[in-house]
């Protein structure tokens, strides 16, 4: 065998090999760049919609469970009662199915509930659905659900209250048993558990949403 020691050509070869690995490193840099944009992207749209679940659990564990707990015979007439503005939707002012449901998840266990939604989906039936407004881009919507009861009492709605707490909606106990302003020792309220689950979902953008759980006792 006679070997070949005609070089020529190893220089566009050895160029050609140079100048692949050196796309291949420039390409693996352009995807970490565009990756990383992509996440921070994500990671925005998120921090965002989770800032406005977190604004309406505000909005409903310090004006609007409140508010129902007021006049809990009546959850329709508690909301048209609270002012809420057009910017609520709830159901349970315009149908009475609604307005019946949400009555049996205030004062009732979840065993109780018949046939009224308990699914975690806030989405699916919503005892609440509220926009809430931005001055830079497509509103976010509110959904909001009462998903399971524990009461304190459990005798059945109107003789047990479901929470042993004073249901003005408004005050609170003095607590006389515990600071010692009085003698005598006042019997503690019993409060009910509420697990109420929170999405918030951009209007523009289904994908766009955050979803929190809440643990409300009363």
């Not at 420039?26 to 998120?46: D, E, P």
């Not at 659990?57 to 707990?69: C, G, H, N, S, T």
């Not at 046939?115 to 989405?123: E, G, N, R």
């Not at 019997?187 to 643990?215: C, D, F, M």
Request: proline share 6%.
């Amino acid at each position: 065998m006679k070997p070949i020691r005609n070089q020529k050509g190893m220089a566009l070869v050895t160029s050609l090999m140079l100048t692949l690995i050196s796309l291949t490193i420039v390409m693996f840099l352009m995807y970490l760049i565009t990756s990383g944009v992509q996440l921070s992207g994500a990671n925005k749209r998120y921090k965002t919609s989770l800032e406005a679940s977190y604004g309406g659990v505000e909005i409903i564990a310090k004006d609007v469970m409140p508010q129902l707990f007021a006049n809990i015979s009546s959850p329709s007439a508690a909301i048209s009662a609270g002012g809420f503005g057009t910017a609520f939707n709830f159901p349970a002012t315009t149908d009475a199915t609604a307005n019946a449901c949400l009555h049996k998840k205030l004062t009732s266990p979840s065993s109780s509930w018949g046939t009224c939604s308990s699914t975690t989906d806030p989405k699916t039936s919503p005892d609440m659905r509220l926009t809430l407004n931005s001055t830079t881009s497509d509103p976010y919507t509110l959904y909001s659900k009462i998903v399971d009861t524990v009461c304190s009492d459990s005798r059945p709605y109107p003789e047990g209250k479901c929470t042993g707490s004073d249901l003005s909606g408004v005050y609170l106990d003095g607590g006389l048993g515990v600071a010692g302003g009085n003698s005598d020792v006042a019997v503690q309220p019993k409060p009910a558990l509420y697990r109420i689950e929170v999405t918030a979902e951009h209007s523009g953008n289904s994908q766009e949403k955050s979803n929190l759980s809440i643990l409300y006792a009363y």
